[in-house]
């Protein structure tokens, strides 16, 4: 890949690595804060649970002022529950009468928790528990932790999976791109989608059309015509004319191919190539013109750089077809439009491309094609270029026809 081109695998991966992350980190904290908010509930619920059995423990001792007494229960309860940091006995002064003497390093956080003591109905005095500040309980993280830690390790094998994938998809894409041709304005950033996608736009030239007519097709006619037929069948020895048409077979066969052409029948040093569409504004009359001109180009180019004295010129019609379903009349329109084309060709020069005036009726073809009248009230004019993104598409596939095409005499 080109430096500095992005490719499809950042485009296809970096959702899926997000995606893994972000459900990650997301379940991640909402596990947390679940976990978090059931510790502290838990804890509460044991703070003031022992703090209630604390204070009915601690009711006859305090009403007496049994220090003694209290210190064990204080004890007691510190030894047997290992949350207890502190267990303190306090007057109605909040003075602590008792408390337990469990060490328990400074630099540990403590939540209080304080019950009254109430003996008939009086208070007389407090009891306070200190728990050590709890965090998750290794028993509940730790599957937590490994469910995640799943999580993570199946998705990045997932992407690993995925990288593979599309790393070979891109390497045949690239491979498809590199036998098109190319274009020296195609963009470097582009991926290897839509620099393929580039690459076969100037061969695929028919739009998808309906079937609206009930099979009724529209075409339009295109007459190769060699001026010097004759002359060259005279002058070459019969190997080299040969050769010469068989040269000629292959960039027609291959340009047909190309724009989807259909070859007729040969009449009066003519070859006909017959181009359809199920739609009157349908995109033939625009193919049968991008076969012509990139035939000539390719002819044009060819035969004087070898010293080949060929002359060829095309003639475009539009064959008017009555509206039937008949074969046999749509035949008979056939040969009517063949009959005129080669009279056409009588009054055609090498390399040049005539076309019938009713051509322009259709609105996609005249609004992309420029051509001049052959004289006042004639009905041919004569092609003088296409519009520029025509013009582009048309350079690009006369490339890709002169790589698919072996032109040696």
């Not at 009915?56 to 003694?68: F, K, N, S």
């Not at 028993?139 to 593979?164: N, Y």
């Not at 012509?292 to 002819?299: E, F, G, K, Q, V």
């Not at 996609?364 to 094609?369: L, M, P, Q, R």
């Amino acid at each position: 890949m080109a430096p500095g081109r992005k490719s499809i695998k950042t485009t296809l991966l970096l959702p899926t690595l997000v995606y893994v992350l972000a459900i990650g980190i997301l379940v991640a904290l909402l596990l947390g804060f679940q976990l978090a908010n059931f510790t502290s509930q838990q804890q509460n619920q044991l703070g003031h649970a022992l703090g209630t059995q604390l204070a009915e423990m601690a009711q006859l001792p305090l009403a007496r002022g049994d220090t003694i007494s209290l210190q064990v229960i204080l004890d007691k309860l510190a030894a047997s529950v290992p949350q207890v940091a502190h267990a303190s006995a306090l007057d109605l002064n909040d003075r602590i009468i008792a408390q337990s003497r469990k060490k328990v390093a400074t630099t540990v956080d403590t939540v209080a928790f304080r019950q009254p003591v109430i003996l008939e109905k009086k208070v007389s005095g407090s009891i306070q528990v200190d728990l050590v500040d709890q965090t998750v309980s290794p028993t509940v993280r730790t599957p937590v932790m490994v469910a995640l830690a799943l999580w993570f390790i199946s998705g990045f094998f997932l992407l690993f999976r995925q990288h593979r994938s599309v790393s070979r998809l891109a390497g045949r894409l690239s491979s498809l791109s590199q036998g098109l041709p190319s274009s020296p304005q195609e963009e470097r950033v582009m991926d290897e989608i839509s620099l393929l996608e580039a690459r076969v736009a100037p061969l695929v030239t028919r739009a998808a059309e309906s079937d609206e007519n009930n099979g009724l097709k529209f075409s339009c006619m295109v007459a190769v015509c060699c001026h010097n037929l004759p002359r060259l069948k005279v002058q070459l020895s019969a190997e080299h004319f040969e050769a010469l048409f068989g040269q000629l077979d292959a960039v027609i066969d291959q340009a047909c191919m190309l724009y989807e052409g259909k070859r007729l029948s040969a009449s009066r040093n003519c070859l006909l190539i017959e181009f359809s569409s199920a739609s009157s504004t349908g995109d033939h009359s625009l193919r049968a013109l991008y076969f012509a001109r990139a035939s000539l180009m390719i002819c044009q180019e060819w035969a004087p750089s070898r010293g080949i004295p060929l002359e060829l010129s095309m003639v475009l019609d539009e064959i008017d077809v009555p509206e039937t379903e008949s074969t046999w009349i749509r035949e008979q329109a056939v040969e009517q439009t063949i009959n005129a084309i080669a009279d056409v060709t009588e009054i055609s020069v090498p390399w040049e491309i005539l076309l019938r005036q009713r051509l322009f009726n259709n609105e996609t073809f005249g609004s992309c094609v420029e051509a001049e009248p052959v004289s006042v009230h004639h009905p041919m004019s004569r092609f003088k270029r296409l519009a520029e993104p025509q013009s582009s598409l048309l350079m690009r596939q006369v490339a890709f026809l002169q790589t698919r095409i072996s032109l040696d005499f």
